[in-house]
C-alpha cells in the first residue's frame, strides 16, 4: 500500500496553461515536501510545508497542505517547458528526517 | 559550498556479484539517506546514517549495508546482488538526522544482468 498517492501519474499540456498535481494520504504529517526530478539527476528540493493550511508560493508555483495535513497540491500557472519533469512529494510522519516518496507526477510541457 | 556528490555514474554488475557505491555529502551535514529509485517509482528509504551509526532503516534486507565516514563520504554496499536491484540509488544528506529537508546527489544506476 502506497502511503502517498499522487495523481495524476502522468500530465502533458502546452506551454502557458495552468495545472494542479496532487498528494494524498491518509497519514498526517509532520512536514511535506516537493520536489522536481529531471532524467538522469537527483530530486530537487522546491519547498517544505509544515502548518495545517499553509500556502507557499515559488514564483508560477504555488503549494498548499492541507488543513489536517494529510494532502498537499502544488499548482504551476502558465506552464513553461522548462517545468518539464518529475514532480515528487515526500513527507516525514515521525519528524525524525526519514521520508516517505509517492510516485510522482510526470509533467511534459510542450511548447 | 559544495553539493552531494556520487560515484561511480553508472555501473554495470551480474546476478551474485557485490558493489559499493559511493556518495559524498554536502559540507556541515553529518546525516546521510540512501534511497533506491526503481523506474518509473519514487524513491524508497533503504537506511540513514547519523554521525556515522546506522539511525534507522526501511524495508531492506540485511545484504543492504552501509556506512558513514568523518569526512562527510559514505558507502552503500549490497551483496549477493538480484536482478530487483537495478535501479537508481540515490543519497541525500541533510544538515541534522532531524531535518526534513534533503539534499540529493545524481545518483548511480545500477544495472544487475
Known amino acids: 500500500t502506497q502511503l502517498l498517492e499522487q495523481s495524476p501519474q502522468f500530465l502533458s499540456i502546452q506551454e502557458g496553461e495552468n495545472l494542479t498535481v496532487y498528494c494524498n494520504s491518509s497519514s498526517v504529517f509532520s512536514s511535506l515536501q516537493w520536489y522536481r526530478q529531471e532524467p538522469g539527476e537527483g530530486p530537487v528540493l522546491l519547498v517544505t510545508v509544515v502548518t495545517g493550511g499553509e500556502v507557499k508560493k515559488l514564483k508560477r508555483l504555488t503549494f498548499q497542505f492541507g488543513d489536517a495535513r494529510k494532502d498537499s497540491s502544488l499548482h504551476i500557472t502558465a506552464a513553461q517547458p522548462g517545468d518539464t519533469g518529475l514532480y515528487l512529494c515526500?513527507?516525514?510522519?515521525?519528524?525524525?528526517?526519514?521520508?516517505?516518496f509517492g510516485d510522482g507526477t510526470t509533467l511534459t510541457v510542450k511548447p | 559550498e559544495t553539493g552531494v556528490t556520487q560515484s561511480p555514474t553508472h555501473l554495470i554488475k551480474t546476478r551474485g556479484q557485490q558493489v559499493t557505491l559511493r556518495c559524498s555529502s554536502q559540507?556541515?551535514?553529518?546525516?546521510v539517506s540512501w534511497y533506491q529509485q526503481a523506474l518509473g517509482q519514487g524513491p524508497q528509504f533503504i537506511f540513514q546514517y547519523y554521525r556515522e551509526e546506522e539511525n534507522g532503516r526501511g524495508n531492506f534486507p540485511p545484504r543492504f549495508s552501509g556506512l558513514q565516514f568523518p569526512n562527510y563520504s559514505s558507502e552503500l554496499n549490497v551483496n549477493a546482488l538480484e536482478l530487483d536491484d537495478s535501479a537508481l540509488y540515490l543519497c541525500?544528506?541533510?544538515?541534522?538526522?532531524?531535518?526534513?529537508?534533503?539534499?540529493f546527489g545524481p545518483g548511480t544506476r545500477l544495472t544487475v544482468t
Open positions: 541525500a544528506s541533510s544538515v541534522d538526522r532531524s531535518s526534513y529537508e534533503q539534499y
Open positions: 559540507s556541515g551535514h553529518n546525516t
Open positions: 515526500a513527507g516525514d510522519t515521525t519528524n525524525a528526517g526519514k521520508s516517505t
